[in-house]
């Protein structure tokens, strides 16, 4: 008896219990049904617990949605419902209605009044959503809320976020939550926050959102940095670089590196000694910037160029795992300027990291977490490890039926590009709806070349053309449709048959190559055979496919000795022997355990992060909100930094000291008496005391009223931390990029990045408290002609 089967039959029993008030709940009418709210309420107040009221709160929310929706969960949906509700990840292929699934969990958790939020990977969807199911959540009497942007140009402000963060249920995307979380932490005052606790949340196509976008961490960027004017010349200076001679290319590990031959060739073209030197530190890095932006950045595959909102071309990344263009995402420390300059743009502003948060840590602050995928399975091991979420598998509603067919491989690219071609003209021919996936936007383009040319109508949905994805989807079912996509395709969407289809046999999907995981290819598969529906699934595979050159065994090269291709066209021969059935899956292995490898890493670069802006976030938060003047807060600041420089050999000399009073503490200091020898450091700490207590008291003369002060003592102190932090989160930043492409020293990144990120953060908070200081006592306090409070800081 597996654990599985265990885990299921609980849930089984569950289930049971809720199917036993179906008709007793179906009984009651509409406003009997509302009245339940207020009933589970109450009982939750009495101390009944959220798993007391499941099986009846589940039958409610069960019955709304047939009576507003006209769809009555099926079991399996109801079982997908309590998996989310126990607080792990629901595995359920596309078309079983994972949508209408989340609306029993959303429904008995929202009853607890903390708030309730559904997670999706688009607007679009969480609108949408929000809109269809929030039609049930409000005929039970719950609010529902869809804190985002509808259009580029709308602004929300805080008061509005903070009204619709507060409805029980709330619809949103990652990335929004995620630059909500950060903006709110960047906010000196209580008016700029608007975010409810993370109570509880849904996340839908959870692998996507946790595993997938994990190495690309949000990044709110701030401050322009200096403009470096060298990426032209060095990006000219690398196009004559030969690779292999003047660079080494690991293309598995993407590492670029200089040789010995290169670094001198770069010397001659810069007219300099030794490129070595410190002093060209910058060029060094001007130059590894420009070879990776020329060798692991491809246009049509990990970016493309797009028109910004001025006409003017730009650079737009591309999500790799789902084809996805990355509009808020830049790469930083320089890349994204380099690729840039790779292209022949016009340079954009290198910016600094003011805050930045991975999704996993995003997530992680919720105290309980659902999700919900079509391919969670696979990464199950991951789940556990990392977020301690089971994945279980709910059965489907109806028999899958799609047929999934064994690869077909080949020796090289265009021998498969063309098989696939003539399996795509043989089906199109028989009349069944056709969706191709290719690896790249690239790919997809010279698929659907390919496909002109043989004449056969078709739409092309990759990045390019996001705009018409819905209804390119939409058609796709029909009877004859031919869709070229890039896996963009491949999450969310559900393609319904066209009519007559069914008879034919189905979708059919084909895939132009396996991707860089399995949950991926999955995925694609997936959009075939829905809710009981035929299909057919099967992908090409050539040996010159990217997963295979970089993850397949080496002896894959042999095959190539004696090889002709011209000859091999046409005839097709697919490669049948043993040792090539499991090359794919070995391959795939290999590049998912990397994956895994490298999340990990980002993950554990991530802690120190992690820790530091939770003890930064708390402080600020604690300062934010408490109420009345700061003077403890001040006091402690103030003794503290005076108890340090009073024992700083650096403040010995008299000179020193006094200048130090002059920069930091007051003008009106009489010269003589700072200059004195004191009998002890506790008399010098408390010299200093006793000229800032009476700064401070000036100033709160002006300021007058207490809520005046204590707004001028808050802001000082935050600004102090914030203009600390900011560098910090930079610092780590840059810190990080530069450890991790270190693989060659002898110590391990890891753990010098966590000493120097434990030191960097210490010498932070002295920083920040010293600054407070003069913040505090050497502000200008002015009240301007309007009669309001400026404040002037140093
Ligand atoms: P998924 O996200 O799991 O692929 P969706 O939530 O998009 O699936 O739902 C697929 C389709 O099935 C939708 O059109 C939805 O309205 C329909 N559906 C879901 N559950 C039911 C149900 N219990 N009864 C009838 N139709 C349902």
Redesign the pocket.
Known sequence: MTLDYVKLRNIKKILKEVNSWKDAIAHLTDQQLQEKTVEFRERLAEGETLDDLLPEAFAVAREADKRVLG????DV?VMGGIVLHQGNVAE?????????TATMPVYLNALEGKGVMVITTNTYLATRDAEEMGQVYRFLGLTVGVPLKQSEDEELDPEVKREIYQSDVIYTTNTSLGFDYLTENLTASVDGQFLADFNYAIVDEIDSVLLDSAQTPLIISGSPRVQSNLYGIIDTLIQTFKEGEDFKFDEEKKRVWLTRKGAHAAEAFLAIPNLYDPQYRDLVRHISLALQANKNFIKDKDYVIHPNVEGQPEIVLLDQATGRLMEMTRLQGGLHQAIEAKEGLKLTQETRAMASITYQNLFKMFRKLGGMTGTGKVAEAEFLDTYAMSVIKIPTNRRKIRKDLPDEIYQTLPEKIVASLDYVKKVHEKGNPILVFAGSVEMSILYSNLLLREGIPHNLLNANNAPREAQIIKESGRKGAVTVATSMAGR?T?IKLGPGVAELGGLVVVGTERMMNQRIDLQIRGRSG??GDPGLTKFFVSLEDDLMKNWGPDWIQDTYQDYDVEERIGATKALTKRKYKNLVERAQNASESSGQASRRMTLEFAESMNIQRAIVYEERDRLIKQEGRLDTIVEKALRSVFTSVANEKDYKDPVAFYRYILDNVSYQVDAQKARQTFRSKNMKANFLWELAKSELEAKYEVLGTDEVIAQFQRMAILKAIDENWVEQVDYLQQLRMALSGQYTSQKNPLVEFFQEAYQSFERMKEAAKRQMVRNLLLSRVEINTKGEIVLHFP
């Open positions: 769809m009555f969960p099926y949906q359920m292929n596309t078309g079983e209605g994972k949508t209408l969310g559900d829905r809710q």
